[in-house]
């Protein structure tokens, strides 16, 4: 029996040591890949002008939820004499939305066309918080190295950037070799029926992009806990939406006398199911490689996680599963957001409704949300109502292997210098998904870098971008405009 032990010891030194050597190995080899590299670049546009144009831009109120404002106009008519020579080369619709889409035509017409695109339409300013803005938030006031406002961030700053580069492109006699369109929408915000007609456009003329570049994602500055190197995450896709009513019905009667479960009850049990049974999700596809790609960047402990998926998946699994932000990018979300019940404390509701706001991973469906839903809840007095009529798919993932992709990941790098680059997913949505339906490719992210600091900002207090950004963004659309 002491033999036996002694064995069994010296047998599961010899394999845990076995264990380490794999798991170290593995980790070595979990680098990087060959990045892309290009060369900086400097496009050498007026920046001082670049940065009154975008000043003067956000002072137009283009606020989406009101779109009879004569701002929409007048925006439009600024960017003709703010870009003059754009408007005098290329060839220019006003679609829905008064969203304007620009043809610069190429020289090889046998390629296929590309899309750039932004939108000039900006979230309200809540006049409850007008004292805590820095600046007015439409004087696109010029201060301490930022042009202040709302919109700066979110989208008129890529807009300038990348017209002031086409300006500056057609002053020197550049002409790209494909056909380039931008597409600008005017109502992005609220569902973007102006992006959706540049895309029936497109398909009515016959035109297939190649790919087409809209927001969705930035240069992500110390954002990734534990990571220093900044992150271009290039999405591929961006999630689908759909939002459930779970409706209770009810006698009613006086709160003194009620049933062993109310109505509000009920609900409110379902809601908890909910919560506590997430819709399964783990690393696969489109989530398996964005943090494929970024596990290759963290320090070596870290990277032993990444890299032995095989044997710590469930410990990768639930450290992810447990912050908001990456929990996100490997499922769909259940976010319970409105609650209804009685009008008045002593009485039982006659109805009570919860509303579930669902956020789709592009590996599941609408029905697949509604199957999960009603598992859960497990409740036939509980109706699962569905509102058709803002639900979507999440959107094709495209290539991350594609030219399309190559070229705006090199001109991240001109621009911005060593990153990390990775193919990613767009939890929210953009005009991108309208786009997708007349392009092989759809790819998202503002060339601009931001930080922690600036997350708040979107759609928040005290937006504002940076000269140095702008330049950036700049940099980079004439740097992938010229590959073009």
């Known amino acids: 029996m002491g033999?036996?032990?002694?064995?069994?010891?010296?047998?599961?030194?010899?394999?845990?040591?076995?264990?380490?050597a794999v798991l170290t190995i593995n980790t070595l080899w979990y680098t990087p890949d060959k990045a892309a590299t290009a060369d900086p670049f400097v496009l050498g546009a007026d920046i001082d002008q670049a940065t009154d144009l975008?000043?003067?831009?956000?002072?137009?109120?283009?606020?989406?939820?009101?779109?009879?404002?004569?701002?929409?106009a007048a925006f439009l008519a600024f960017l003709q004499s703010a870009y003059p020579q754009v408007h005098a080369t290329t060839d220019r619709i006003i679609l829905t939305a008064q969203t304007p889409l620009?043809?610069?035509?190429?020289?090889?017409?046998?390629?296929q066309p590309v899309l750039l695109a932004a939108h000039y339409d900006v979230v309200p300013v809540a006049q409850d918080s007008l004292d805590q803005w820095s600046f007015d938030p439409f004087a696109g006031t010029v201060a301490d190295g930022f042009v202040w406002g709302r919109g700066t961030l979110d989208d008129k700053g890529t807009l300038v950037a990348l017209l002031s580069a086409a300006e500056h492109l057609i002053g020197t006699g550049f002409e790209p070799e494909r056909t380039v369109y931008f597409s600008f929408g005017g109502d992005e915000e609220v569902g973007g029926q102006g992006a959706q007609a540049v895309a029936q456009y497109l398909i009515d003329n016959d035109i297939q992009l190649d790919w087409a570049l809209d927001e969705g994602s930035f240069v992500l500055d110390r954002i990734i806990p534990g990571l220093d190197v900044p992150v271009a995450s290039i999405n591929l896709s961006e999630k689908g939406y759909?939002?459930?009513?779970?409706?209770?019905?009810?006698?009613?009667?006086?709160?003194?006398?009620?049933?062993?479960?109310?109505?509000?009850?009920?609900?409110?049990r379902a809601v908890d199911r909910l919560q506590n049974a997430p819709v399964p999700g783990g690393l696969t596809g489109i989530s398996e490689g964005f943090f494929d790609a970024l596990g290759r960047h963290f320090?070596?402990?870290?990277?032993?996680?990444?890299?032995?998926?095989?044997?710590?998946?469930?410990?990768?699994?639930?450290?992810?599963?447990?912050?908001?932000?990456?929990?996100?990018?490997?499922?769909t979300t259940t976010a319970p957001t409105m609650l209804s019940g009685s009008t008045k404390e002593n009485v039982l509701a006659t109805e009570a409704t919860a509303t579930i706001n669902f956020r789709l991973h592009p590996r599941d469906s609408v029905d697949?949300?509604?199957?999960?839903?009603?598992?859960?809840?497990?409740?036939?007095?509980?109706?699962?109502?569905i509102d058709r009529s803002t639900a979507s798919s999440a959107s094709p993932v495209?290539?991350?292997?594609?030219?399309?992709?190559?070229?705006?990941?090199?001109?991240?790098?001109?621009?911005?210098?060593?990153?990390?680059?990775?193919?990613?997913?767009?939890i929210a949505a953009t005009d991108a998904r309208h786009y997708a339906m007349a392009a092989d490719n759809t790819y998202r992210i503002a060339p601009f870098k931001i930080t922690n600091d600036d997350l708040a900002r979107f759609h928040g207090i005290n937006e504002r971008l940076s000269v140095e950004n702008l330049e950036n963004g700049i940099n980079f659309f004439g740097s992938l405009i010229q590959r073009q």
């Open 3 to 20: 033999k036996f032990l002694k064995r069994l010891a010296i047998g599961i030194v010899v394999l845990t040591l076995l264990l380490v």
């Open 54 to 72: 975008l000043s003067q831009a956000v002072q137009f109120q283009t606020v989406s939820t009101d779109p009879t404002r004569p701002d929409f």
């Open 102 to 111: 620009y043809k610069w035509t190429g020289t090889n017409p046998d390629l």
């Open 242 to 268: 759909v939002t459930l009513i779970l409706v209770a019905k009810g006698a009613g009667g006086h709160s003194s006398m009620p049933p062993r479960m109310t109505v509000v009850g009920r609900v409110a």
């Open 299 to 331: 320090t070596f402990e870290k990277r032993v996680i990444f890299a032995n998926r095989w044997l710590l998946n469930p410990v990768l699994d639930n450290i992810l599963s447990a912050s908001a932000s990456t929990d996100a990018m490997l499922r």
């Open 368 to 385: 697949d949300i509604v199957a999960h839903v009603t598992n859960v809840i497990d409740d036939q007095q509980v109706q699962i109502v």
């Open 398 to 426: 495209s290539s991350s292997s594609a030219q399309g992709y190559a070229d705006i990941e090199n001109a991240i790098r001109a621009a911005f210098g060593p990153l990390a680059s990775v193919p990613g997913l767009t």
